[in-house]
């Protein structure tokens, strides 16, 4: 098994493709050991040959499966010398559709990935980050946890829920020596986003479509600066705001309007 050897560490999870991946080879790039944990095996796999078996953990990994998580933050705990520099929960998918149309399967199964095991994650990891100075606990957020999102009212809930959880631990593991923060995406250019989105996309303004590098960068800005939410693109911030100052205004606006761009991980 590859050993990180002194080298700072990160613990992705969704790490084969999209913004994962991107955060796997700016941190392999800068000489982090990289623990890159997906369903995609086939995806890990080509991951692995491109940043060098012999820099980081690259295994399968079904987040909802408490005892396949543990085993594998006990492997990465393992590599590192129970070390774990940054955690970033970025495993999430998206299922939608007017929410009285959803199945109940479909409901859990959003709740189960996106926030359960967010939790869950944490939870085990807390440890790891505790006894590594400086350490980050770091979470994909979305931009529809700025104002909740129609159609996609079960994802948008359980980005709420990542950004009050981030909020809430920031405090928590203060006195810890851990800092916590998120990144609230908004339009990224990833596989999972429709063609004709990436095609309809603005060219300018706070939903232009961002590449998947720039949330990698955050993660890498959130390392180095003392900031909670990091919002790609920046201006999603002035929306939050926004959102808070006037719900109703926005409610109104995005009913008549049809809503507004938004992005799974």
Known sequence: MAKANGRKSIF?????SGMGRETAKLFAAEGWFVGA??????????LATELGIANGLFRRLDVT??????AAIDAFAEATGGKMDILFNNAGIGR??????MSWDDVRAVIEVNLVAVLSGTHMAIPLLAATPGSLCFSTSSSSA????????????????????????SVELKSRGVRV??????????????DVAKAGAPTEG???????????????????????????PP????????????????RDAMAAGGGLFRQDD
């Open 12 to 16: 992705i999870t969704g790490a084969a």
């Open 37 to 46: 944990f997906d369903v995609q095996q086939d995806l890990l796999d080509s």
């Open 65 to 70: 499966d408490r005892d396949a998580y543990r």
């Open 96 to 101: 939608g559709g007017p929410f009285a149309d």
């Open 146 to 169: 700025t104002f909740g999102m129609a159609n996609i009212a079960v994802y948008s809930a359980t980005k709420h829920a990542v950004k009050g959880f981030t909020e809430a631990l």
């Open 181 to 194: 923060a998120d990144t609230l995406p908004g339009l990224i250019d990833t596989p999972i986003l429709p």
């Open 206 to 232: 706070m939903w232009r479509l961002m590449p998947a590098r720039a949330v990698a960068e955050a993660v890498w800005g959130a390392y180095h600066e003392d900031r909670i939410h990091w919002y790609v």
């Open 235 to 250: 201006e999603l911030r002035d929306f939050d705001l926004q959102a808070t100052a006037s719900p109703e205004g926005v």
